[in-house]
T-cell receptor
Framework: NAGVTQTPKFRILKIGQSMTLQCTQD?????MYWYRQDPGMGLKLIYY???????DKGEVPNGYNVSRSTTEDFPLRLELAAPSQTSVYFC???????????FGEGSRLTVL | DQQVKQNSPSLSVQEGRISILNCDYT??????FLWYKKYPAEGPTFLIS?????DKNEDGRFTVFLNKSAKHLSLHIVPSQPGDSAVYFC????????????FGKGTKLSVKP
């Protein structure tokens, strides 16, 4: 029972590089989310999706892009990595629009 | 402008005693509140929740209290165990938020044997 799976777990990027954080869930959840957590801070919402083909911005979307072509997958794209994007990224999902989110284990990204 | 505030960054408690973690919120539209527990290098895991129509919810050693007039909620852990040592996040949402949660900064609980 995998739940929410994120890859990679760790990554170091140089300024200006691009990469995609992968997130997949096997619970057939419609809603998926990307959060970031900076040291000593709470989680902040980057983007979310209420179903395949539908995405929307959260609180801190600048510098990121997402897509949702299937119910299972919700990748997060960083186009031009900046040091300010050094953070731990969490993907989460939920069956519908209310209730508790199920989180992945996180992806730690460092931009140097 | 923090909508969910956890003003205590850390809390240390003796094993067997009660742990009380506090959370304040400013948005009166919030109608659902949750507590998450997070160990290092892991994702947050759901602990307990409460709807705004209730003032208390209990699950084993964990109880959440909601005081809507004060816009305050608290998590009680009784008795505290060393395995409870983790960071606890308070989170809130409202019906129109599409499930988006607003998180506090977290409180690091240390339970000493």
């Amino acid at each position: 029972n995998a739940g929410v799976t994120q890859t990679p777990k760790f990554r170091i990027l140089k300024i200006g590089q691009s990469m995609t954080l992968q997130c997949t869930q096997d619970m057939n959840h419609n809603y998926m989310y990307w959060y970031r957590q900076d040291p000593g801070m709470g989680l902040k919402l980057i983007y979310y999706s209420v179903g395949a083909g539908i995405t929307d911005k959260g609180e801190v979307p600048n510098g990121y892009n997402v897509s949702r072509s299937t119910t299972e997958d919700f990748p997060l794209r960083l186009e031009l990595a900046a040091p300010s994007q050094t953070s731990v990224y969490f993907c989460a999902s939920i069956p519908s629009g209310t209730g508790e989110l199920f989180f992945g284990e996180g992806s730690r990204l460092t931009v140097l | 402008d923090q909508q969910v505030k956890q003003n205590s960054p850390s809390l240390s408690v003796q094993e067997g005693r009660i742990s009380i973690l506090n959370c304040d919120y400013t948005n009166s539209m919030f109608d659902y509140f949750l507590w998450y527990k997070k160990y290092p290098a892991e994702g947050p895991t759901f602990l307990i929740s409460i709807s705004s129509i209730k003032d208390k919810n209990e699950d084993g050693r964990f109880t959440v209290f909601l005081n809507k007039s004060a816009k305050h909620l608290s998590l009680h852990i009784v008795p505290s165990q060393p395995g409870d040592s983790a960071v606890y996040f308070c989170a809130a949402s409202d019906r129109g938020s599409q499930g988006n949660l607003i998180f506090g900064k977290g409180t690091k609980l240390s339970v000493k044997p």
